[in-house]
Structure formats: C-alpha cells, structure tokens
C-alpha cells in the first residue's frame, strides 16, 4: 500500500473513533510534507517524527476537524487553468478545504499553486 494513502486511512479512522492524537507507520518525506500542510491549515495539530531505527513514525494530535481526508488516486496532473474542475469534484463548497498538489516548486495547496501560476499532480484533499 502506498505510504501516503494509508497515512490518510490512519488518520482519517482516528478521526472517526474520536482519538487525540494516531501513529503513522511508515514515514516517508512526502507524508511528512502533506501532514505539515495539513498542519498549517489547522487540520492536526503537533506533528512529532519518531525515529525506531526502522522507517521511522510519525505521532500526529488530533484535533478533531477533519471531515474528508482522501489521497487522489491516481494521481492526476493538472494545469491551472483546470484548478477549478478538482476543486469542484473533490471539496464541498466553494471556501471549505483543500486540494494538496506536488508542484515543481514543492508540495502546496491549491490556493497557492493559482498564486504562484503553478500546475501539478494531485495528491490529496482535505475538509
């Protein structure tokens, strides 16, 4: 199984069992870039890197305000002009959520990929 989509199963099962904070199993750089864009919107809160001499956890606190956590797959590329199509198809409402993308200028949320005029593959949404 892909380290991102189960990081997002884990989190999102939590979520829903109503947990303060989950164990995510394998860590990977990628995950731990998506879990601090996450962090940043105000989804999960302290995100702490627990190293086991094996791949590594990470110990994520749950806040509990997330409704959606999905991984994209497959995992679609994107130009900004087709933005608003995913938005569309993956998030409730026009202000409510996020799309995650990996650009060539780092992994970033949908809002700041139209800033910065940056296309993509699509990784995750959250709501």
């Known amino acids: 199984m892909e380290?991102?989509?189960?990081?997002?199963?884990?989190?999102m099962s939590h979520e829903h069992r109503r947990k303060s904070e989950c164990i995510i199993t394998?860590?990977?750089?990628?995950?731990?870039?998506?879990?601090?864009?996450?962090q940043s919107k105000g989804y999960v809160g302290e995100i702490e890197f627990i190293d086991d001499g094996r791949q590594g956890k990470f110990r994520v606190q749950l806040f509990g305000r997330i409704?959606?956590?999905?991984?994209?797959?497959?995992?679609f590329k994107t130009k900004v002009s087709e933005m608003e199509k995913w938005e569309k198809r993956f998030l409730p409402s026009r202000n409510l959520g996020t799309v995650i993308l990996s650009t060539p200028k780092g992994v970033m949320d949908h809002n700041q990929a139209k800033d910065e005029n940056v296309g993509g593959i699509l990784l995750a949404y959250v709501y």
């Open 3 to 11: 380290p991102l989509v189960n990081a997002l199963n884990t989190i």
């Open 26 to 38: 394998p860590a990977s750089g990628l995950v731990g870039r998506v879990l601090r864009l996450i």
């Open 67 to 75: 409704n959606e956590c999905q991984a994209v797959t497959p995992r």
